[in-house]
Nanobody, 118 residues
Framework: QVQLVESGGGLVQAGGSQRLSCVASGSVLKIYFMGWYRQAPGLQRELVADISSGGVTNYADAAKGRFTISRDNAKGTVYLQMNSLKPEDTAVYYC????????????WGQGTQVTVSS
């Protein structure tokens, strides 16, 4: 059974930093793209950043220069370091595991709330 478990959310002041972690069970996830998505109230879920099994990263424009995604395949963990946080970064952040082939399924974590106060 594959599970993604996020942690690290909470309340932070604008300009502050926060690091999210996602622990992924299941060795098959080492070949997956791992990513972070977020969903603010009333808005659609959107990609924040993702990273390939080989470490190639991709960022949404809103995350570029402020957020850093990384992964430790040995630990089965993906991280999202968020710096210079803004109130508009407030959202539920979801960990995502996307397979390299449509023969495998996509997985989602349960989400962790990040609230940035002004």
């Amino acid at each position: 059974q594959v599970q993604l478990v996020e942690s690290g959310g909470g309340l932070v002041q604008a300009g502050g930093s926060q690091r999210l972690s996602c622990v992924a069970s299941g060795s098959v996830l080492k070949i997956y793209f791992m990513g972070w998505y977020r969903q603010a109230p009333g808005l659609q879920r959107e990609l924040v950043a993702d990273i390939s099994s080989g470490g190639v990263t991709n960022y949404a424009d809103a995350a570029k220069g402020r957020f850093t995604i990384s992964r430790d395949n040995a630990k089965g963990t993906v991280y999202l370091q968020m710096n210079s946080l803004k109130p508009e970064d407030t959202a539920v952040y979801y960990c995502n595991a996307r397979p390299p082939t449509p023969l495998l399924r996509t997985y989602w974590g349960q989400g962790t709330q990040v609230t940035v106060s002004s």
